[in-house]
């Protein structure tokens, strides 16, 4: 392995039928509202509204058994939220299942793979026109 | 485990700087590529447009320091396209390293997700109240 930078990125998303029951955007999220202690917190935390937040906390709650986020009694919008026991574990074995692949995929494989990459794309034909232009 | 489908989706990019060199994408296109000859068969086969399909070899030709595929000398559209050593390589390499991930993910993380996912994701309200309107 060289010094540079990993070129790897890996995307793990867990399925429930149809639906992204877990992945890289869902987990920040749940991250994020167990530090701010609150959906509004952890969209404004991750730029992400707070529809969109919410709509993504009741997804993740529609696809596992037991809800992963439980929100204050009462709370109107703003309200608390916290992590259930599951919604801990559900985070908790995604990270590790996530640290585990890229522990696994930093092997020979991507060592070839590396070898044989530019460290950036050479400029499309159109790139070179525009630039040509501009001079 | 259960005997219900893995629920796991793996997505494996390999980025030369902001591009994407290789992915689950452009694998199926060095594929197609290589059983249909052509990269007009190749973009047919995988309903994607001669412009797309020549759009992403471009794109993997300037990302990998020898060129994936080549095309028969004085072809025009529709001519002969065919992969180089290091496309093979490179193709082969993505798909060890996929499976292999894969392989690896299918293991106790993924049991513990798998056992807390429902089969099919619940219906949000809006689904819920559609369905009662039609009644």
Chains 1, 2 share one sequence.
């Not at 987990?27 to 935390?45: C, F, H, P, W, Y």
């Not at 509204?49 to 709509?55: E, I």
């Not at 009462?74 to 299942?97: C, P």
């Amino acid at each position: 392995m060289t010094g540079s930078p990993s070129p790897l990125k890996l995307k793990l998303q867990i399925l429930c039928g149809d639906a992204i029951a877990m992945g890289p955007g869902k987990a920040d999220l749940l991250e994020a509202i167990a530090t701010e202690g609150s959906i509004s917190g952890a969209g404004r935390k991750l730029g992400m509204s707070y529809r969109r937040a919410w709509q993504l906390v009741d997804l993740m709650n529609r696809c596992w058994c037991a809800p992963l986020v439980e929100t204050s009694p009462g709370s109107a919008r703003g309200g608390g939220a916290r992590l259930t026991a599951d919604g801990q574990d559900v985070l908790t074995t995604y990270r590790t299942l996530q640290a585990a692949l890229e522990t696994r995929a930093a092997g020979p494989e991507l060592a070839m793979l590396q070898a044989k990459l530019r460290p950036r794309a050479l400029r499309s034909q159109a790139e070179r026109l525009d630039e040509a232009a501009e001079d």
